[in-house]
């Protein structure tokens, strides 16, 4: 989770979207219900973009091994020193350095809108799966009422790394040429940390839950399974 490319300097990371606040926190127990949800009551987990390390730890909590990668100096050190569990620094388009089949659940949380070739790294994430295995991933929705109401002051446009703006169905078939199984695709909208890049939409944390609905939430999340 809050993976970003090494070449942003420490400048990039001193933002709230990468600050544990207390909507954050609640964001994070949300993720770990999720997994619970979705057939991972436990198992070991890699954190494909682990940022500072928020989500690792969270899980590790929940009783979850963990191990993440992160492209970032910054945030690879910090997740080194907030998670138990080892973190390996690069980036998600090259070959992941775990064996296959090692993995009960991997998650890939505000990542895979930031890479060029995104078919590479479901491939991995699909090879480092025990079959059976669950992969979730969430990224903004390019049908996001938000996108249509805010225009440029939409989160996507806020980061100029942001390279892919996924479609449900540019989704659905991203995970099936990767080999998966869908399980679920819908959209959701997070009032716990709303407002992270677009401050002035702060207010509405006092919702304080993620809100799902079939199209037009702000952000995709599909839970895929790895056949076998």
């Given amino acids: 989770m809050l993976a ?16 544990l606040h207390p909507g954050k926190v609640k964001y994070l127990d949300y993720l770990v219900g999720l997994l619970r949800k979705h057939g991972i009551p436990g198992g070991r987990v890699l954190d494909v973009g682990a940022g500072f390390g928020f989500l690792m730890e969270a899980l590790e909590r929940a009783g979850y091994e963990t191990e993440g990668m992160e492209i970032a100096t910054v945030p690879a050190e910090q997740a080194r020193k907030r998670a138990r569990g080892p973190v390996v620094q690069q980036g998600a388009e090259e070959p992941f350095p775990y064996p296959d089949g090692r993995f009960d659940a991997v998650t890939l949380f505000d990542v895979i809108e930031h890479l060029q070739d995104y078919d590479v790294a479901l491939a991995s994430c699909r090879r480092v799966l025990k079959p059976g295995g669950r992969l979730f991933v969430i990224t903004l929705n390019a049908h996001s009422a938000a996108r249509l109401i805010l225009g440029k002051r939409w989160a996507w446009y806020q980061d100029p790394t942001h390279i892919h703006m996924f479609t449900p169905r540019m989704m659905r078939e991203g995970l099936v040429r990767a080999g998966f199984e869908v399980e679920r695709l819908l959209t959701e909208s997070n009032f716990c940390s709303v407002g992270e890049g677009t401050h002035f939409l702060k207010p509405l944390r006092v919702i304080g839950r993620v809100v799902h609905s079939p199209t037009f939430g702000d952000s995709l999340l599909a839970v895929a399974r790895k056949p076998g």
């Fill in 4 to 19: 970003s490319p090494a070449v942003q300097g420490e400048a990039y990371f001193d933002r709230e979207y990468f600050q």
